[in-house]
């Protein structure tokens, strides 16, 4: 069983706080940057910031869903989201970079044994930057 991770970058024209707020804000901003992957997006304690708790469900694939239950915590330049259900952990680093900001995001779970495992740690993390970069570029226009 291997650490299994995909990340995703982009650009954004927002200074740092704000896009720092805007990623930890699971109230307003989250639910409109999400791609059709989520579903049944709720949150169940908070909506802004550290202490947050969401739910949803990621449809990796037609046929592989997970069901996500996530307290947050942020720090300066960072929102951490922790999965209660498995040991996937994403976190969210926010740097400046010019005007703007450079967002990265990046996920990291523990990865099935044999055969299995070996098929996710090549296939699981293609599919998830492209989830990312989708949701990355939401959060680039919604900043814009």
Do not use: C
């Not at 200074?15 to 409109?32: G, K, N, Q």
């Not at 989201?81 to 005007?99: A, F, H, I, L």
Request: charged share 20%; hydrophobic share 35%.
């Amino acid at each position: 069983m291997g650490q299994v991770s995909a990340s995703s970058s982009v650009v954004v024209t927002a200074d740092p706080t704000r896009t720092l707020d805007a990623i930890a804000d699971y109230e307003s901003v989250r639910p409109r940057i999400l791609s059709s992957h989520y579903r049944d997006y709720k949150v169940v304690e908070g909506g802004k910031g550290a202490g947050t708790v969401v739910d949803w469900t990621l449809d990796a694939t037609e046929k592989r869903s997970r069901n996500v239950h996530a307290t947050i915590s942020v720090s300066d330049s960072m929102v951490t989201e922790r999965d209660s259900n498995s040991t996937m952990v994403t976190t969210w680093t926010v740097t400046p970079q010019g005007e703007g900001s450079l967002v990265t995001t990046r996920t990291s779970w523990k990865g099935a044994g044999g055969i299995g495992g070996i098929f996710e740690g090549i296939f699981a993390p293609l599919g998830l930057k492209k989830i990312q970069a989708e949701v990355l570029e939401n959060l680039k226009e919604a900043l814009a």
